[in-house]
């Protein structure tokens, strides 16, 4: 595997270079190149040696860089909404967040669903992205011991960032609501409903934060 890494940073134009040099490297084609994956900074680039010019490729690589150096804006795009219960048995971990802010759980709510987030990345799971970054306030920590089990569709916080569980599997977060939009489908043509570059805004459901 080969590892671009840009400015150590959670930054929306340097992430964008690296979604941007990733599509690149995909659009060429390379034979033996089997996965190129976007991180927050990095550009992850796996390959099989035996059917690849490690040199070519590192030289196409630098080439395709090169010409993104000059990036200083991310394009705008429309937001996707996600319709979001909170609090109750949808997010049990409200009133935790809610104290680490010293403030209510409305007030969670509100600050929550204000922001317009960008999807850095994909991973831990399929269609699992990672948003950020959240209102410093309710910036709570993950759990120390993850649950085993966090049902399929809760949105979670964890330090800046936040996201949706697509599927049922263990995890760390802290838990404020429910959505029902399926995040991950393996039958539609583009299984996961979130991509790197994407925006997103939390909708509340009526009623939520009262």
Not at 180 to 206: N, Q
Request: net charge negative.
């Amino acid at each position: 595997m080969l590892l671009v890494e840009f400015e150590p940073v959670i930054d929306p134009i340097v992430n964008e270079r690296a979604i941007m040099l990733a599509a690149r490297i995909r659009e060429r084609g390379a034979s033996g190149v089997l996965d190129v994956a976007p991180g927050y900074c990095t550009v992850a680039v796996h390959f099989d040696p035996l059917q690849i010019d490690l040199g070519a490729l590192e030289r196409s690589i630098a080439e395709e860089a090169s010409r993104i150096e000059g990036l200083v804006a991310v394009p705008a795009k429309a937001p996707i909404e996600i319709a979001v219960t909170y609090g109750g048995e949808h997010g049990p971990d409200i009133d935790a967040v809610a104290a680490y802010a010293g403030c209510t759980p409305a007030e969670v709510v509100k600050w929550h669903s204000a922001r317009t987030y960008r999807v850095y990345m994909l991973g831990f799971v399929p269609g699992f992205a990672y948003l950020g970054s959240v209102d410093p306030r309710i910036a709570a920590p993950r759990h120390r011991a993850p649950r085993e089990r966090v049902p399929a569709g809760s949105v979670g916080i964890a330090g800046e960032q936040t996201g949706v569980y697509p599927v049922t599997s263990p995890g760390g977060w802290q838990l404020i609501g429910h959505t029902s939009s399926p995040m991950f489908d393996p039958d539609r043509s583009s299984p996961s409903l979130l991509a790197p570059g994407d925006l997103v805004r939390f909708v509340p459901r009526l009623g939520d934060g009262a």
